[in-house]
């Protein structure tokens, strides 16, 4: 069974920062792409953060409202993903998603295939 | 970036209705656009992806269809399992972008 589990949530201040964890199991976690996807409290999905694979270069993509404080990685051997969150505000707050990003062969679209349950980010005072 | 827009942003439905949701890109996307299903309290899940194949298990009461900037998730009877958030995404530029959901619930 392909399983996503984030963690490290928490409540934090305005300012700080924090590191979510995305544990892969259930499927060659090293060749697949992995997507952050958020969810502020009432609200709907918002896109954050890409990662490919090695084998194109673990290369990286972000959100224009998380560009230059999150970051991105992965640790394969681990087979886990994470996102560095800096300089937090109020508005990063909600339920961080790590997604799989995959291309099937029956398809040239990229999409998320299978979700984490989530790991909820306060960002409060 | 892509602004992804859906309409209605809800929708009040009967069981056995049929029903269907619009997503509209800001510029053409092909036919690189996904819909997710989100229940209460729940991750969401993959409901079709390239506009129009369904994901393993779904029921054939959906489909997708469209190109380009305009696309559409028809429901074709309405099951009570049906209730919940629906978003449409597109994978057609390196930044993904969802549009802002339509909720879906019971008259």
């Known amino acids: 069974e392909v399983l996503l589990v984030e963690s490290g949530g928490a409540l934090v201040q305005p300012g700080r920062s924090l590191r979510l964890s995305c544990l892969g199991s259930?499927?060659?976690?090293?060749?697949?792409?992995l997507t952050w996807v958020r969810q502020a409290p009432g609200k709907g999905l918002e896109w954050v953060s890409l990662?490919?694979?090695?084998?194109?270069?673990?290369?990286?993509e972000y959100a224009a409202s998380v560009k230059g404080r999150f970051s991105i990685s992965r640790d394969d051997s681990k087979s886990i993903a994470y996102l560095q969150m800096n300089s937090l505000k109020i508005e990063d707050t909600g339920v961080y998603y790590c997604?799989?990003?995959?291309?099937?062969?029956?398809?040239?679209?990229?999409?998320?295939?299978?979700w984490g349950q989530g790991t909820l980010v306060t960002v409060s005072s | 970036d892509i602004q992804m827009t859906q309409s209605p942003s809800s929708l009040s439905a009967s069981l056995g209705d049929r029903v269907t949701i619009t997503c509209r890109a800001s510029?053409?996307?092909?036919?690189?656009l996904n819909w997710y299903k989100q229940s209460p309290g729940k991750a969401p899940k993959l409901l079709i992806y390239?506009?129009?194949i369904l994901d393993s298990g779904v029921p054939s009461t959906f489909s997708g269809s469209g190109s380009g900037t305009e696309f559409t998730l028809t429901i074709s009877s309405l099951q009570p399992e049906d209730f919940a958030t629906y978003y449409c995404?597109?994978?057609?530029?390196?930044?993904?972008?969802f549009g802002q959901g339509t909720k879906l619930e019971i008259q």
């Open positions: 997604t799989r990003d995959v291309v099937r062969h029956t398809s040239s679209t990229s999409m998320f295939d299978c």
């Open positions: 259930g499927f060659t976690f090293r060749d697949y792409a």
């Open positions: 990662i490919r694979s090695k084998v194109y270069g673990a290369t990286t």
């Open positions: 510029q053409s996307i092909s036919t690189n």
């Open positions: 390239g506009t129009s």
């Open positions: 995404q597109q994978s057609h530029t390196n930044a993904r972008s």
